[in-house]
Structure formats: structure tokens, C-alpha cells
């Protein structure tokens, strides 16, 4: 019955398409003759959508079709030629929903598209009407917003779901939305109809992955929270959260099959003591009537008669009236109707599922008070339940059902039945969901008993007939109001599920989809269709207890039935079974029970309409199986004959009116329809839709979803039978014992992690099937999680593997035997190898069978991949992935035999010796127990066993053994022929030895086996290594056990060739520990080290750099003292640079070395400040003790400087007191004068003679005293400052231990003494390695190291162009404390300010400090030289023209003579140096100062109190340079008489500036353009050809310093003066200097200013 109908779809003549095959067909069940009608379009279907009479199509593209009775269009259009919906052009539709009289649509941006009836508000309030319309006839938007939010927003919505009266949307954020009339909806609220989408407050924050709408109930699939106090996650996560191992495979215990619970229509669990306060108080009391006699909310469903009978439809009043002493015979039921779960035993109740039946019937009575009246007119197929009409939304129905009405009423009048106000309706029609013998029985007792009573199994079956029939007469009435346009044929039955073949849901965190699911239904639950057992409404979502951790993974909601698809391949159903529709005759039917399959049948696909039910499974083939639950049609002869029966027992409960299927039945026409990929049911039509086998593509992805699937279910059965109850055994510990049992344990996690990874990947692949739209094969989950694939598979062999080989599975056979007992059979049929005679469990193969698997992906890939051209990224994904698969099962089943060798080999040699070798994880390789392998030199009656594992090589002598790791295991081939011998040596880190093989066949063989072994162990695939080429250099774990330096220590770093080498830490038992890089087995490189002190409870602990094991270079040593050295160590001592801190904790005074240290001991120049003391001593020592040339200062200002012999003051020395009282003269010890001297005192008087006794205390004195003469009274100073320095060290022989340590760093041995080369090799070097092993470096100084990495051009001679780029390149380095250069500036900065900072600042000192830094200029000057040898003599010129000759005359004040450039040492590094020494230097400068600035302060002060004309005048400045006018902000303004500081004012600014600067070309410079500014402001007063002169300039000079008001000035005078470059000072700028020095000295000295 094809139909060849061109379809509106294309105007062409149609080429069925390849994919997306529709196939639809009504009937009243399955029959040889029938055929479902092909629809050809031509395009792809990606979904079909079926309504009561109508349906919906999405069509390839985005497009939309429908067909059927469009009842809001007035319209009948056949499936063959549907009608496209216009106004949904352009919007993308990506899926479609029928509910029963209207459709949805939406978009691919999530926007939700209504249309068809609206008298419930199920379109809802779409944005074209501002009224609420009975119909929309097309397609409007429906908005759904979230006013919760600020601002509001718009929800985008993935999927719809739609019933007879509402509409529920999921949005992307996994909440559920809905909108029109009943509990249904789920929503707070008593005003009906919702007519805009509002949000289920009671499944927000859940996460709600797939929704179902029956007529008048809904369901929700909800992703599980985590668990509280019951386990259904899976078992990695129960791990996290601390559980114990042990449990972790344990079957879930189920909830009870039957609801125990006291529950409310609201969903609230209610407890005795409240049940019967709060279970009256019941909404539908206070229910208003709507216009038109409806009641709010109620569900308006009239009935129509069959379109086939002409007579027109009538509003007949049904009455029936009911005896108060009605008595129902309760149906008995059958143990095995219970039937239990595969993986988990449900566990019956006996509890009623109402406890206590006088609450409930005192309920029910408060709340019935209305009468109902109620029409119906029976046509065919029209099997609603009439309690669906009777009950309001809100109240329990408990009416019997007459969801099946026999054929002879079908032509017959409508029923009449009496009613009076206190009753519902109470029609004498059997909805008893048991077998038909049953029925039989049931029928003949009560034909005996009460006429017109019945048994309800849908309540509880314990129930007593008084309290079934006070139930039936408490229901209140429900006035129906009829829509007039329902007069068409029978709209009786919603969408199926709305959702029929859902895309693939919302994924957990790794992409996967959630097996951790609940089931939550709400509505109407007359039928039982919400599985709570009973047959209350929920007007809440309320979650199915018994479904979770079921791992359901889809729902469907047939009118009054429902349906749930496990991972499991399993079908829960409950509700109405009329027609068969669950797929099975088990009691009760208010609660999820399994539909009957067959073994061999595993359900991946469901849908649920009017009164059937369809399933896809897998069957025997790879080609997909549709099964039917509901009607079986009948021939007519025997439909006749059951009219007749059925109508003269209409006023008793009867037989079903047609025979129905007790069980799934296959429907044999499926086969010819090629790939079913889904199936749509809806009203009494079906539909599937189905692919074509092109080039095998859709059969490979068949085949691979299908054999998952099956490899679940038998994961599944083996966790089931064998794992759970064998993990559960008390006695597994002693049987197993302790090591067995631990990894039995492992091996049930493990497994559970596949099956657990399987079952989701399995879930996967089924929504893959579905989801036309999305299939994209590089989107396979094999593809995208193959790393996560291939490390289950690996951890699972491993385990498997470690059990095997200690011997588990033996004891393991014995306890299954007792433990599973009768189970041992069904057992034997999950495995799939050959069983031994006895028929016993071969429990080895039977858990490495899962590793047949990743074969299994990899053909499939393989298969796949052929579909696509070789240069698609389609084909290059899938051969990857199938080389993967292909490796990985080829790796795993070599790890099998390896563990099946292997316990072979520990079955054979069992022994005491052997049994503490026998490891899990150990595999053996190979042995020489046939005297293959021997020492060489071996003993003639020697015994030499070597065995060789895949983490150790074992040599056994008799009853002792060694153990090598193969780890630090080096292998290398004897290649010397002259012996004679096969030879290979074998070296370790504490022993070398060689194997002598008897043949070359068997030394290749045992060399190959070792290399690979040893490059296995070492992360390689042990594949491939030639002989003798195995890693010499690796790292590696190894604790030392021979005598030597590292006896006991624990070592982990870097190998190579058996020796220690590169980065690694260093453990020793007694608590050292070294951290760093090694060399040939020995420390050497940068390290930490921690040497514990047992005295002080402390630890020694050093940072540095190591050499040959022993300490030396560069680095810091903490003692446990707290002294901290920080210098220059050498073979383990001090020698060299270095600075001393004292510690405070064992020390009495504290105190800080500075200085040269040989041979652990302070040899040469040092500072030493004792801070306790207040002294601080500056010179030479000698082997610990002060010895030579030395300078002390005192924090009293006291000034000695002579020679030092053993520690104390002894010989010559001069003593300067902070009032200028000398003494020069001999001293014996410190501060004691013993011998001849001079003490000059501070107003110039002398003494000379024998001076004896200690200065603090009192001199003794035998001399003369002499009094200077009157005229001469400046000689005082004058000798004293030429006495000063004569006892001090040279400040060029200060600091040479510094200079030497930077020499060394470059690679010479003394200064100059090197090759250059290597010098810039040793600074490249320093840099990177640094770089490297800094990561916390900032983006600034790694881009500085970088540049400092590239060797500048050094060779080539200097020239005005690169000589810049020397400098900028001693900026940088001088920056950067990793470059030499750069470590220099920072030690001497540091020796510098340790010795004239505190107590060092003393004026005395300032000639000293200035000449030390001369004497840095000059050495630092040498070391550059060295590494830019082009570079000129200290005040050398380079001969080359500037690069820019013609000058600007404004900028061409410093010319250099004859176009050359004058390098000087100062002008090189004073800006890099002085910046950083100026404080302490300037701070001796002004105390050398000091009374000449408080003089020179003391004038600036009082002459500065004078207007600026006044001030001009008395300086003698000549009235053409007095300013007239002034200028303030840009405003000039006349200067008069009184005003001050308004005069020169630019280069008085310009002036003050000089004390912003460091180095004294910056303070000329300042000079210069202060004259300059001074010019500029005369300039305008005189003619432009105008010249300085002396006379003139000195006093307006005068003017700008005094002005400028520079605290220090002599200071900044001084240092000028001493460090100024030489070349300068008899040019214009040394002419401006000597200008402001005169300056100076005349404001200090003029008195008379």
C-alpha cells in the first residue's frame, strides 16, 4: 500500500532519499497482512511527531510538514502529501512535538513556535494575540521568560514535550518550563489555564534531562544528586568520599516495589500523626466555575461519537447509582508477579499502600460535595479512562475504569448509568491489569456476589470492598464543558511522548551521558500512570523510588501509561495495561514493573501511544527489531461472538473485549524497512523512520551501538552473579587470603569502572542513532575519549593480570562453587569459551573476555573509515583511532599471556625463595634454569639462576639471591672476539659483572630480552631497541647498600651509565639530604643540602654550587648556630669572598664579616663590624686574627689608624677624637698608648714625650708642651689632614678578592689571565641556565636575559657607533645579577655600603671612600677591557668622526676636540656605579662639610630675606640685567620694588634641579643649562651680539644661587671637584663649575654681604 503521491515537499518527481526513511501505518495491533505505508519525500525525515489524529514532520533542512485532521484548519491531509507550515520558513526548526489537538515547534536560537487548540492555554499566550484564542491556526512564538532574573530573560529552550492540555519546555539550562491547564503542569498555582510559560519551582537547581507528556501526566528525567546514605553513584566517586573499598561493588538495594508512603496530590510525604489534619484540606473545594460551566482547571475532555456512525453527538447524562454496602473481591496475587530486577532483587511489602483506610475514607468524604454529570459517546479505538474525566486534577480517583469498551457498544446507543450527588462514576468495566485466566476466575465469583461491583487491582489489592466502594462514592463531581469543534472523529490520545527520539541529553562533566538518573512523574494518577503505587495526583513533581539507580536513560507517556528504558536494555511500564500496553500482566500497576523480553532482545528505543506500546531492540542480527505491546486484532467470527457476550454482561465486570499481547510481540514486517534508527507512536498511528545500508555505514555504527549494548548487559550479569555475591562473602579474606582478597577488591573496582564507562558509552551511542541532525562520526566518543578508553581497558587488564599471576583464581573457583550454588549454570552461559567436560566456570577467561573488545572497536572503525575518501578528516580520525584500538588489543593480549607465563612459572618453582619474589605487578621474561646464562669466572661446581622479570633481572647461587632493578640496570654487548666467549656485561650502580651464554643464539636472545625489558620499564613500548642501544642516560629510583659515601642513601634523579649524573635528590639515613645537580656519580653543579646537628636540634643547611662532591664556588651556608655565611667556598672550605653574619643564639654579641676568607679562615682585607661593641675595623688579617694596615672607627666618633699584630693595636698608629684631638704615636694594645708620641690638641696646642696608659682612661705623659705660633693658625688642620691615610691599605689592594671571584666566573684564573672566548661562552652559559631554572622570572627580565644570552661583537676595534652599544650593554648587564658584570656592581655596592654606612660614617673616611671608588672605576675598567679589547686606555679617544658632525648649535655646547670621543673610566661607570653608592658617599661628604654649610646656610638664610631689586643691587648686578616684567601663569605682571623671587626664576629652578642627580656630568650638565636659561632671560634686555663677562656674570650668578637656596652645596661642590672626568675640567664646563664653586665660597666667606 504504497502510496507514490508526489509529496508538497518537492515539486519534482521525488528520489527516496538515503537516510531518514519515514514508514507509518494505524491499526489495532499486529497482523501477517499488514503493511505500513512508506512515505516517499524527498528529503530526509529527522523526526516525526504524533498527535491524536495528526502528526508533524521535520524534514532535512529545518522544514515542517504536517498531516492528518488539522482541526484548527478544518482540514484532512494525507500522510502522503503533507502541508508544509510557511510561516516556519527561514527559523531552522530543529525539533518538532505533537500534543493531542496542537503541535510545537522550535528553532535552532531555542524559540518555541504553538499552534493548534487553546482552549486549556496548551498554545499558551503567543506574542501575535493579547486575547486568549480557542485556536491558533499558525505557528506563533511563544516566549518563555525568567522574570526571576534582573533583568528579565529570554530562556532558550532545547526540547519540547506536549500532552492534551499543557505543554512542558526544557531549557538550556536543564530547568522545565510549562504552561495550560491541570496538575499536569506541576505548577504553585490555582488559576487555570497558565497561558505563558512558568517555571517548575519544584525540580529547580535539578537538572532535568528529558521530558515526557502523557494526557494528563507528565514525566521528568533528572539527573541524581550526589548520595546521601544510599550508594547508587558509581564506584570511583563512592571512593572519593571515603567509603570503604570493600563496599564499593555491592549491589544497590532497591526501593520497596510497593509505595509505602503516605502522599498528598501535592506530593508531600505526610506522616500518621498528620494524615488525617492535613489530607482534607484539598484545592478542589474552593474551585471556582469558569464561564460555560467549566471548572477552573478541571480538564475539559468530552467524547465524539465514530465518524462512520452518522448520528450526531449528544449530551447524554451517565447515572449510575452505587449500594452503600458494595463489596469488591479482591484479586489474589501471585508471588512471581513481583518480579525481580536482573542486578538488584526488589523487595515486596505487605504494607497496604494506604495504612490506615478510616483516614482515607474520611477524606475522600469531606471532600466530595458536587455531582457530575458527564457525556460520552463510545467510537472506536476509544479507550480513555473515564476516571481520566470523572476526577478533578486535584483529587484521588479511585473511579474503575472503562478504558476498554467491547465492540457491540461501539455501534450500540451511549451508555446510561444513574448517579446521585454524593458519587462519581462508577461504570462496571474491568481495568484489572492481571492475566486473563485471572479475569475468568475473578468474573465467576463475582457473578455470584454483588451485580455491579468490581475489582479495582489498581488500588491496592488488600483492600477491603467497603473502603473500595466508599472511595468510588466520595469522588466529587467534575462539570465537562464540550468544545464544539471537537465533533470531528475521536481526539482521544495525546503525542506519545512529545520527545520521541530524543537528541542526546545534557552530558555529565567528561561528555559522557549521566547513568546516575530518577524518574519524577506528576498529573493524574488514576490508571497508576505516575508509579508511586496508588492512585493519587501529585500536583508536584514527585521522584518514582523504586527507578532509582534503575540508570534510566529514557522515558515515554503513553495517554495513561508510562514507560522508562534502562541502560540495562530493560522496560519499566505502569499504569493502564487495558490493551496490554506495559508488555506485561504483573500486579500492581501503580509501581514500574519489567515488561517480559525475550533473553536475546535488548531494548534501545520506546514510545508509547493511545493503547499500544512500540520497542526497537537488538535481536541476532545487527539489524534492529521493532516489538509491539496492546491490541491484537482478531478475526471477525470471534469479534462477534465476544459483542455478544460483552453486551448481555454489561451490568458486570467482563472479559476483555479484544485479545492483547502478554508480552512485547515482534512484528515481522520490520525487517524489510532496512536500519530502524527510531519509533514514534501516537493516538492508534505509528511511525518509524529508517536508513538505507549505504556502503555499510549505517550497519557498522548499528553494529557498533548493538554490541555494546549487548557487552553491558553481560558486563552487567557477571557484576551480578559472580562479583557482588563473591565480594560479599565473609569468609573472602581467609580464603583468598589478605594479599588475594586486596587485589580481588582492586579487580571489582576496576571492573565496575569499565562497566560503568561501557554502560554510558553504550547510552551514547544509542542517542548517536537518534540524533540525525548531529551525526558526525569524528564526534564519537571512541574518537573523542580514546585516552580514557585505553586507560580503563589498561587499568582492568592490570588488574585482572595481578590476580592471575598470585594464584587468585584458584582459591576464587572453589568459593564460587560454594557460593553461587544452582547460579553456577546460568553463569556458564555468560562465557563464551570452551568449558572443560564438568562444565565448571572457566573464571580466567570469563574476565579477560572484556578485552575482546577493543578488537571489536577497531574493525568497526575500520569499517567506517572505509566510507570516506583517504584525505577526509573523517577517514584520518577513524584510522587513527583504529590503530589505537588495534595496538592497545594487541599490547593487552600480550600482557595476558605474560601473566598466564608467569603464573605457570611461580606454579613450577614454588619454594620459600620463590615466594618473596612473587609480586603482583612482576612478570617473568625469561630464565636460564637450563644453564643457558652463567657468571663468567664462575666456579666449576657453581650454581648461577638468573631470572629476568619485567622490573628486575634476579641472580640466584644456591639458597641467596640478588636483586638488580632493571631501572638502574645498563646492558652492553662484550664485542671482543679474542675471548672467545657471549658475552654481556652487565653494569649497576655499585657492581659491574658479566653473563657468559652458552650459545650466540642464546646470547641475542638474552640481550634482546633484557633491552627491552629495561626500555619498557623505562617508558618505552619495549619494542624496537636494537641491542646495546638502550637509554644510557635516564632517571631513575635506587637505594645505595655498599660502603662509601652514599651507604643507605635513597637517591632519585638523573643516571647515566650506572653512575648518578644530572638533576637528583640524595637521601641518607641519618637525615642528610642534597638536592641538585650531579656529575659522573659525584655532587657538582647548583645544590641544597641539609646536614642535621644533634647538638642544637638543628640543621646545617647550604645553597650553592658543588664540585667533585665537595662544596665550591658560589653559595650560602646557614649553621645551626644562625651564622650565615654567603660568599665564595673552595674543596669544602671558605676561601675566597665572602660576608659572616653572627647568629644569635649561641653568640653574646653580634657582629658582620666582610671580607677575604683562605682556607676556611679570614685572610687579607675585611671589614669586621661589631655591633655590639660600636666598633667596626677596616683591614688586613691573617689566619683568623687582625694583622697589618687597618683603619678602626668607633660609634663616638674616635678615628684610629695604624698596624695591627696579633689581634691588638701594636706599632705606629694615629689617633683622631671627634673634637680633633690627635695622637700620633706607638701602641702596645688596644687603645693603649706605650711609648713615644704627639698629641695635638683642638685649639692647636701640642705635647710631645712618653706617653703610657689607656686613652679612655687617662694617658700618662713625660714631655714637652707647645703652643702654635699666632700668625700660623690654619697649620692645625692642614697636618692633620696630611697625616690621615698614611697607615690605611691602599684602596686598590682593598677589595682584590671580589675582582678575583668575578675573574673566576669568566674562566680565568687571575686577572687578565684567560682566553676571551671562554669568557663569553661562560657568561652565554651562566644566563641561560639561569633563565631556565627560574620559572617565576617576569616577562620583562626573561626578555632582558634573553638579549644578554646573544655574545655582542668583542673582537672588532671600537668605534663612535658601537661603542653606544657597549654601554647600553653594560646597562643591562649591570642591571642583571646573574651576568658577572651584574654580580660585581652588587657585591661592591654591598662592601661598600658594610663599610661606610653606621659606624662608617665618619668623616675621616671620606678620602678613603672616594679613592675606593676610584679604585672600582679602575679595576671594573680592566675587566671590561678584557672583554671588549677595543676599547681605548682610560682617558684614550676614539678616532672616529660622530656620527652626526653638523650640530644644531643649540646642542653643540660640549664638542668634543677634533670631532673625537674622549673614553674615560668615570664616564663609562660612574652612571652604572655612583647612582648606587651616592648615599653613604654624599652623606661623608656633608659631614666633612658640615660647620662650612652651617655658615654658608646661615647667609642664604638672612640674605635671602631681601626683595629681589634690593638682593640685585647689593650683589652688584648692573641695572640693564634687572628683569622689568614678570610672568604668572602666562600673565605678565610689572616687578616692583617689593617683590620677591620673581627674578630669574627658570634658572633658579633649573639649578635646584642639581640636587636630583648622582654622577657629576649630570650636576655640569644642570650647571650648563642654567647659564643657558640665564642667557635666554637677559637675551631680550641687551643686543643679540652680546658676550659674557666675568664681572658681569659672576654677580647674576650669585643671584640664582642664592635664590635656588641648595642645602649642601659644598657637598655637591666637593664631589664634583674629586670626581669629575679629567677631560673636562679645563673646558667650558669645568669654566661654569669653577663659576659655582667661587659662588659658594663667597657666600660662606663674605661677611660683609
Not at 508477579?337 to 483516614?359: C, I, K, Q, T, Y
Request: glycine residues 8%; negative net charge; aromatic residues 8%.
Amino acid at each position: 500500500m504504497e502510496n507514490r503521491e508526489e509529496s508538497p515537499a518537492d515539486e519534482q518527481a521525488p528520489t527516496p532519499p538515503e537516510r531518514g526513511l519515514l514508514h507509518i501505518w494505524q491499526s489495532t495491533g499486529p497482523s501477517e497482512q499488514l503493511c505500513p505505508e512508506r512515505v516517499l519525500l524527498s528529503r530526509p525525515v529527522l523526526q516525526v511527531a504524533l498527535g491524536e489524529h495528526h502528526g508533524l514532520l521535520l524534514i532535512q533542512g529545518g522544514l515542517v510538514y504536517s498531516f492528518g485532521e488539522l482541526l484548527w484548519r478544518d482540514l484532512s491531509i494525507p500522510v502522503s502529501s503533507p502541508l508544509q507550515e510557511v510561516s516556519l520558513l527561514g527559523r531552522t526548526v530543529v525539533r518538532v512535538a505533537a500534543g493531542g489537538f496542537h503541535c510545537g515547534a522550535l528553532s535552532e536560537q531555542g524559540t518555541v513556535f504553538m499552534w493548534g487548540e487553546n482552549t486549556a492555554g496548551q498554545c499558551g499566550l503567543t506574542d501575535r494575540d493579547t486575547d486568549t484564542s480557542i485556536t491558533v491556526s499558525e505557528p506563533c512564538p511563544v516566549t518563555v521568560v525568567d522574570s526571576d532574573v534582573v533583568p528579565p530573560a529570554v530562556v532558550r529552550v532545547v526540547d519540547l514535550a506536549l500532552g492534551r492540555e499543557h505543554s512542558l519546555a526544557l531549557s538550556a539550562q536543564n530547568e522545565l518550563w510549562a504552561w495550560g491547564s491541570g496538575c499536569q503542569l506541576g505548577l504553585v498555582t490555582s488559576t487555570f489555564p497558565v497561558w505563558r510559560p512558568k517555571k517548575v519551582e519544584h525540580l529547580a537547581g535539578r537538572h532535568v534531562i528529558q521530558v515526557a507528556c502523557g494526557a494528563y501526566h507528565s514525566l521528568a528525567l533528572v539527573r541524581s544528586l550526589p548520595p546521601q546514605n544510599y550508594n547508587t553513584q558509581n564506584p570511583s566517586e563512592t571512593r572519593e568520599q571515603g567509603q570503604s573499598p570493600h563496599l564499593l561493588v555491592t549491589e544497590r538495594e532497591e526501593p520497596c516495589a510497593v509505595d509505602t508512603g503516605h502522599y498528598c496530590p501535592l506530593g508531600v510525604e505526610l506522616t500518621e500523626g498528620m494524615t488525617g489534619e492535613t489530607s482534607p484540606r484539598r484545592r478542589a473545594q474552593g474551585r471556582s466555575l469558569q464561564p460555560g460551566g467549566r471548572s477552573a482547571g478541571s480538564s475539559s475532555c468530552p467524547f465524539s461519537e465514530d465518524c462512520k456512525s452518522n448520528t450526531k453527538q449528544k449530551n447524554l447524562p451517565v447515572h449510575t447509582k452505587l449500594e452503600p454496602g458494595g463489596h469488591t473481591d479482591p484479586l489474589t496475587q501471585s508471588d512471581s508477579s513481583l518480579r525481580s530486577h536482573p542486578l538488584s532483587g526488589w523487595r515486596a511489602s505487605d504494607n497496604s499502600a494506604f495504612p490506615d483506610e478510616m483516614d482515607i475514607q474520611n477524606l475522600l468524604q469531606k471532600i466530595s460535595s458536587q455531582s457530575l454529570e458527564m457525556r460520552h459517546i463510545a467510537g472506536p479505538g476509544d479507550t480513555d479512562s473515564l476516571s481520566s474525566y470523572t476526577s478533578d486534577d486535584s483529587c484521588v480517583s479511585s473511579t474503575p475504569s472503562t478504558d476498554l469498551l467491547t465492540s457491540s457498544y461501539k455501534e450500540d446507543s451511549p451508555i446510561k448509568s444513574q448517579t446521585n450527588n454524593n458519587s462519581g462514576v462508577a461504570v462496571p468495566y474491568s481495568s484489572s491489569p492481571v492475566c486473563l485466566e485471572e479475569v475468568r476466575l475473578c468474573l465467576e465469583a463475582e457473578k455470584q456476589a454483588l451485580q455491579g461491583q468490581k475489582s479495582c487491582s489498581l488500588t491496592n489489592i488488600n483492600q477491603t470492598g467497603k473502603s473500595g466502594a466508599n472511595l468510588r462514592r466520595s469522588l466529587p463531581g467534575t462539570p465537562i464543558c464540550g468544545s464544539p469543534r471537537r465533533r470531528r472523529p475521536c481526539p482521544c490520545r495525546p503525542s506519545s511522548a512529545g520527545r520521541n527520539h530524543a537528541a542526546a541529553p545534557e552530558e555529565a562533566g567528561d561528555g559522557l551521558p549521566s547513568l546516575e538518573t530518577e524518574v519524577w512523574s506528576w498529573g493524574r494518577g488514576s490508571e497508576g500512570q505516575l508509579g508511586h503505587g496508588d492512585q493519587l495526583a501529585r500536583l508536584q513533581p514527585l521522584c518514582i523510588k523504586s527507578l532509582t539507580g534503575e540508570e534510566v536513560i529514557k522515558v515515554a507517556a503513553g495517554s495513561h501509561h508510562s514507560m522508562a528504558l534502562t541502560a540495562h536494555c530493560q522496560v519499566y511500564s505502569w499504569g493502564s495495561n487495558m490493551c496490554g500496553q506495559l508488555g506485561h500482566v504483573n500486579s500492581p500497576v501503580t509501581v514500574p514493573q519489567q515488561a517480559k523480553l525475550s533473553e536475546d532482545l535488548r531494548v534501545w528505543d520506546l514510545s508509547a501511544g493511545q493503547s499500544h506500546s512500540l520497542l526497537l531492540a537488538d535481536g541476532d542480527c545487527v539489524q534492529p527489531v521493532l516489538l509491539y505491546c496492546g491490541l491484537q486484532r482478531e478475526p471477525m467470527s470471534a469479534q462477534s461472538e465476544r459483542s455478544h457476550q460483552s453486551q448481555s454482561s454489561c451490568q458486570r465486570s467482563p472479559s476483555r473485549a479484544e485479545s492483547y499481547t502478554v508480552r512485547p510481540t515482534l512484528l515481522p514486517f520490520c525487517m524489510e524497512m532496512g536500519y530502524i534508527r527510531s519509533v514514534c507512536s501516537g493516538g492508534q498511528s505509528y511511525a518509524l523512520l529508517a536508513d538505507q545500508n549505504v556502503m555499510g555505514f549505517i550497519s557498522a555504527i548499528h553494529e557498533l551501538a548493538s554490541r555494546e549494548r549487548q557487552f553491558y548487559c553481560w558486563l552487567s550479569d557477571v557484576k551480578k552473579l559472580l562479583l557482588t555475591p563473591l565480594r560479599n562473602r565473609e569468609n573472602l579474606s581467609p580464603s583468598l587470603g589478605k594479599p588475594c582478597a586486596d587485589l580481588f577488591f582492586s579487580l571489582c573496582e576496576s571492573f565496575v569502572r569499565l562497566s560503568v564507562l561501557i554502560g554510558r558509552h553504550s547510552t551514547s551511542l544509542s542517542y548517536f542513532l537518534h540524533n540525525e541532525q548531529g551525526r558526525d562520526v569524528t564526534a564519537l566518543p571512541l574518537l573523542t575519549h580514546t585516552d580514557h578508553f585505553l586507560d580503563i581497558y589498561k587499568e582492568y587488564c592490570s588488574s585482572v593480570g595481578n590476580f592471575h599471576v598470585m594464584g587468585g583464581f584458584q582459591s576464587l573457583h572453589k568459593l564460587s562453587l560454594e557460593c553461587l550454588g544452582s547460579q553456577q549454570t546460568t553463569l556458564a552461559q555468560l562465557c563464551v569459551s570452551d568449558q572443560s567436560a564438568s562444565g565448571d566456570v572457566d573464571l580466567v577467561s570469563l574476565l579477560y573476555w572484556p578485552l575482546q573488545q577493543l578488537h571489536q572497536y577497531s574493525r568497526v572503525l575500520l569499517k567506517l573509515a572505509v566510507c570516506y575518501d583517504v584525505l577526509t578528516t573523517e577517514y584520518q580520525s577513524l584510522h587513527q583511532g583504529c590503530g589505537q584500538y588495534e595496538s592497545l588489543s594487541l599490547s593487552l593480549l600480550r600482557r595476558k599471556k605474560e601473566a598466564e607465563t608467569t603464573f605457570l612459572f611461580w606454579k613450577n618453582h614454588s619454594g620459600k625463595t620463590t615466594e618473596v619474589l612473587r609480586l603482583p605487578q612482576r612478570r617473568v621474561v625469561c630464565e636460564s634454569s637450563n644453564r643457558s646464562l652463567t657468571l663468567q669466572n664462575a666456579g666449576r661446581f657453581s650454581n648461577h639462576w638468573f631470572m629476568l622479570f619485567n622490573d628486575t633481572l634476579v641472580h640466584t647461587q644456591f639458597s641467596t639471591f640478588h636483586v638488580y632493578p632493571l631501572t638502574c640496570l645498563w646492558v652492553k654487548p662484550v664485542t671482543d672476539d679474542s675471548s672467545g666467549l657471549y658475552a654481556i656485561k652487565i653494569t649497576c650502580p655499585e657492581e659491574s659483572f658479566t653473563l657468559v651464554a652458552s650459545t650466540p643464539q642464546e646470547k641475542n636472545k638474552w640481550l634482546r630480552s633484557l633491552n627491552q625489558a629495561v626500555d619498557q620499564v623505562l617508558g618505552g613500548g619495549g619494542q624496537g631497541s636494537s641491542p646495546g642501544m638502550t637509554a644510557m642516560s635516564r632517571k631513575a629510583s635506587y637505594t645505595f647498600s655498599g660502603e662509601g659515601r652514599f651507604k643507605d642513601a635513597q637517591y632519585a634523579g638523573g643516571w647515566l651509565a650506572g653512575r648518578v649524573h644530572g638533576r637528583g635528590t640524595m637521601k641518607w639515613p641519618d637525615g642528610r639530604t642534597y638536592s641538585g645537580n650531579f656529575k659522573n656519580g659525584l655532587e657538582d653543579g647548583y645544590g641544597e643540602c641539609l646536614i642535621p646537628n644533634k647538638v642544637l636540634n638543628k640543621p646545617d643547611s647550604y645553597q650553592g654550587h658543588w664540585r667533585d662532591g665537595k662544596i665550591h664556588g658560589f653559595g650560602k651556608y646557614k649553621y645551626a648556630s644562625g651564622e650565615v655565611y654567603e660568599g665564595c667556598f673552595c674543596d669544602g672550605q671558605r676561601h675566597g669572598y665572602g660576608m659572616l653574619s653572627s647568629g644569635k643564639l649561641t653568640k653574646t654579641s653580634s657582629s658582620v664579616f666582610l671580607g677575604q676568607w683562605v682556607h676556611d679562615r679570614k685572610t687579607g682585607y675585611g671589614v669586621y663590624d661589631d655591633i655590639t661593641r660600636g666598633e667596626k675595623y677596616m683591614g688586613q688579617w691573617l689566619d683568623e686574627q687582625r694583622h697589618g694596615s687597618a683603619v678602626v672607627v668607633t660609634q663616638y666618633g674616635v678615628y684610629y689608624e695604624g698596624t695591627y699584630r696579633d689581634n691588638k693595636m701594636s706599632g705606629p698608629g694615629l689617633l683622631v677624637a671627634d673634637d680633633d684631638t690627635a695622637f700620633h704615636g706607638e701602641f702596645s694594645d688596644d687603645w693603649i698608648a706605650n711609648g713615644k708620641g704627639v698629641l695635638s690638641l683642638a685649639n692647636g696646642d701640642c705635647l710631645e714625650g712618653l706617653f703610657s696608659g689607656e686613652w679612655t682612661t687617662g694617658l700618662k705623659v713625660v714631655g714637652t708642651y707647645t703652643k702654635p705660633a699666632i700668625d700660623d693658625p690654619e697649620n692645625k688642620e692642614k697636618n692633620l689632614l696630611l697625616r690621615l691615610g698614611q697607615y690605611v691599605v691602599p684602596a686598590g689592594q682593598r677589595w682584590a678578592c671580589v675582582f678575583d671571584e668575578c675573574w673566576s666566573r669568566l674562566g680565568c684564573d687571575a686577572a687578565g689571565r684567560g682566553e676571551r672566548t671562554t669568557a663569553w661562552e661562560n657568561i652565554a652559559v651562566t644566563i641561560t641556565s639561569a633563565r631556565r631554572q627560574s620559572p617565576d622570572l617576569s616577562r620583562s627580565q626573561r626578555k632582558v636575559l634573553e638579549c644578554l644570552e646573544f655574545i655582542p661583537q668583542h673582537g672588532e676595534p671600537v668605534t663612535t657607533a658601537n661603542y653606544d652599544n657597549i654601554r647600553r650593554y653594560l646597562i643591562k648587564a649591570c642591571e642583571t645579577p646573574l651576568h658577572p658584570l651584574g654580580w660585581l656592581v652588587e657585591t661592591l655596592v654591598t662592601v661598600y655600603r658594610m663599610t661606610y654606612v653606621g659606624v662608617g660614617s665618619n668623616r675621616r673616611l671620606l678620602r678613603q671612600a672616594v679613592q675606593e671608588v676610584q679604585a672600582y672605576l679602575t679595576h671594573f675598567y680592566s675587566i671590561l677591557r678584557f672583554l671588549f679589547p677595543g676599547l681605548p686606555d682610560d682617558g684614550g679617544i676614539i678616532p672616529d668622526p660622530l656620527p652626526s658632525p653638523t650640530k644644531s648649535r643649540n646642542n653643540s655646547n660640549i664638542e668634543e676636540q677634533d670631532s673625537v670621543l674622549v673614553v674615560s673610566c668615570s664616564s663609562l661607570l660612574l652612571p652604572v656605579l655612583l647612582p648606587r653608592l651616592y648615599p653613604p658617599l654624599f652623606t661623608l661628604y656633608c659631614l666633612q662639610e658640615e660647620q662650612a654649610e652651617a655658615q654658608y646656610w646661615e647667609r642664604i638664610l638672612r640674605l635671602n630675606k631681601q626683595p629681589d631689586q634690593s638682593l640685585l643691587s647689593f650683589l652688584g648686578v648692573q641695572e640693564k640685567f634687572w628683569p622689568v616684567w614678570m610672568s604668572i601663569l602666562g600673565e605678565k605682571k610689572q616687578i616692583v620694588s617689593s617683590s620677591k623671587d620673581a627674578c630669574f626664576v627658570s634658572a633658579v629652578e633649573t639649578l635646584q634641579q642639581i640636587s636630583t642627580t648622582f654622577t657629576p656630568s649630570d650636576k655640569l650638565l644642570v650647571i650648563q643649562n642654567t647659564f643657558e636659561e640665564l642667557t635666554q632671560e637677559v637675551k631680550p634686555m641687551l643686543d643679540d651680539n652680546f658676550l659674557w663677562c666675568m664681572d658681569d656674570l659672576l654677580p647674576l650668578f650669585l643671584y640664582v644661587v642664592l635664590r635656588a637656596r641648595i642645602r649642601n652645596l659644598g657637598a655637591e661642590v666637593s664631589l664634583i671637584e674629586d670626581l669629575m672626568d679629567p677631560n673636562v675640567q679645563h673646558g667650558e664646563l669645568g669654566l661654569m663649575f669653577t663659576t659655582l664653586k667661587a659662588c659658594y665660597i663667597q657666600i660662606q666667606q663674605e661677611s660683609t654681604m
